[in-house]
């Protein structure tokens, strides 16, 4: 934790309502932006690549994932701001970086795969709806946090990354455009990403402060110098993007489905309550005591407002970043205020498509090896979740259903074909399915069931017994 008497007293940099001095709190919030800037864009990367006009694919719809970058920036600057100013009862006015989450994606995947840039029309519907739907849970925000212990959760987060460490795979092989030619999964595309990965990894663990915290996004321009060295970079697009542009709403207009909306409304339920814990996260790690209720409400009010607003104008939900919450416990700086220099960069960033053009030109190759990382991380983070779970017979049965049923059906979705469109969607992202599934076990089956070895303990097997008791 920083000591730095420069920056304000002890008590002073545990006050979310303090301003550390601009020459500190500038570059701190600039710190925030770099810590989530590859994680923030990279669902906009990866929807529009499902739908077929991402990278390298040659489309005339290419600026449409231009559009999206810039947007992911702009609308996460805007939430931010939404939650570390606040209006009324909405925002926790507390050091919370917002960004554009993964969790949705699994959702999203099924609905636009391979249906082009006219599907994004349903998947803003159902951003604009879960939105809405996840701000009208704040009022009731704490009252369902028993629905989702760690074994629930931890569940949940373990099925996001497994749902997503494919595309970390096909991004470092050539991406989905190579699949099926002889360069898919060359040496060449390899050693791009695995460049990125063994960068990544040894800032990771041998450097310290900002050399650290922002090693993913250092491993990617180590990665694209390298590739600028090799010639796989083309800048054709940063010349045709303009220096300036305002957003456009109903960008991919607004179609609403059952698929969309039901699947985003069910996610929201468990977006809230992450970010119930990252809010808990912040005042605990950085002013050492537990979040008030209006500190919660606010913040779920404002994932859902931020998230409602982003699908206006052709954004992806938002949500609170973990990766920020940790970086408030490193910094020991709880100033609300520096956050908001990290949102108004944001902002300004996604005002210039320059920006989102040049994040274009980025060879898929070393965006593989950093979501390799990143994704693994999700994976290592639902894991440590479940770490706190106690594994007694009741909880892994819950634990094998739910996974082997979800994980299976993202695995083999042709095994719904007879379903209707819309439960084939659901069910078909793997991790809707698993979510529900643990959930109502966890709410239905009994807190203890007994197994032989606790029989025999309590003495529930007698000598003259001759079947285990259950």
């Known amino acids: 934790m920083a000591t730095d008497t420069k ?21 701190l919030g600039i710190q925030h932006v770099l810590a989530m800037f590859i994680s923030n864009i990279t669902p906009a990367i990866i929807i529009a690549g499902a739908a077929g006009f991402g990278f390298g694919s040659n489309s005339a719809d290419f600026p449409d994932l231009i559009y999206m970058i810039q947007m992911s920036m702009l609308f996460a600057g805007v939430a931010t701001l939404i939650q570390t100013i606040g209006f009324g009862p909405v925002g926790a006015r507390l050091p919370i970086v917002q960004g554009t989450s993964f969790a949705f994606i699994p959702i999203m995947i099924p609905l636009v795969a391979g249906k082009g840039v006219d599907a994004m029309a349903a ?37 996001i990354g497994l749902a997503l460490v494919k595309v970390g795979i096909q991004y470092a092989a050539g991406g989905v455009p190579a699949m099926g030619k002889p360069e898919y999964g060359s040496l ?24 650290s915290v922002a090693s993913v996004l250092i491993g990617l321009i180590v990665g694209y110098l390298v590739a ?28 609403f489905t059952g698929a969309a909306m039901i699947g985003f409304c069910l996610m929201a339920f468990i977006s809230a309550i992450e970010t119930v814990g990252d809010v808990c996260g912040i005042t605990k790690g ?42 408030v416990a490193i910094t020991g700086v709880m100033s609300r205020h520096v956050v908001t220099f990290g949102a108004i960069f944001l902002i300004i960033a996604g005002f210039v498509p320059k920006v989102g053009a040049f994040v274009s030109t980025i060879p898929i190759e070393v965006l593989g090896g950093g979501v390799i990382v990143m994704f693994g991380m999700v994976v290592a983070a639902g894991v440590n979740m479940l770490s706190d779970v106690t594994w007694n017979r009741r909880n892994m049965v819950i634990f094998a259903i739910s996974i082997s049923i979800g994980l ?4 083999e979705p042709g095994a719904l074909q007879h379903l209707p469109a819309t439960a084939k969607v659901l069910l078909s992202s793997g991790l809707l399915p698993a979510a529900f599934i643990a959930i109502a076990l966890n709410l239905l089956l009994p807190d203890e069931l007994v197994d032989e070895q606790t029989a025999l303990k309590s003495g529930g097997l007698g000598a003259d017994d001759t079947e285990p008791q259950s």
């Open 7 to 27: 920056l304000g007293t002890p008590e002073q940099l545990r006050d979310p309502n303090y301003t550390p001095p601009l020459r500190s709190a500038i570059p």
């Open 123 to 159: 998947v803003m519907g159902g951003v604009l709806v879960g939105g809405i739907f996840h701000a009208c849970l704040a009022p009731f925000v704490g009252r369902i946090r028993f629905a989702l212990p760690p074994l629930v959760t931890g569940l949940v987060v373990t099925m």
């Open 188 to 211: 060449l595309n390899w050693s791009l990403a695995l460049v990125v990965i063994c960068v990544t990894l040894g800032l990771k663990f041998f450097a310290r402060g900002m050399l």
């Open 228 to 255: 600028l060295a090799l010639g796989m970079v083309s800048f054709g697009n940063v010349g045709r993007a303009g220096a300036f542009a305002l957003p456009n709403p109903f960008h991919f207009g607004v179609e």
């Open 286 to 327: 950085g002013a050492n005591r537990e979040a008030t209720d209006a500190e919660i409400k606010g913040a779920t009010f404002a994932d859902g407002i931020g998230t409602a607003l982003a699908g206006l104008f052709g954004a992806l939900p938002n949500t609170s970043f973990s990766q920020n919450v940790g970086l």
């Open 408 to 411: 299976g059906l993202q695995l």
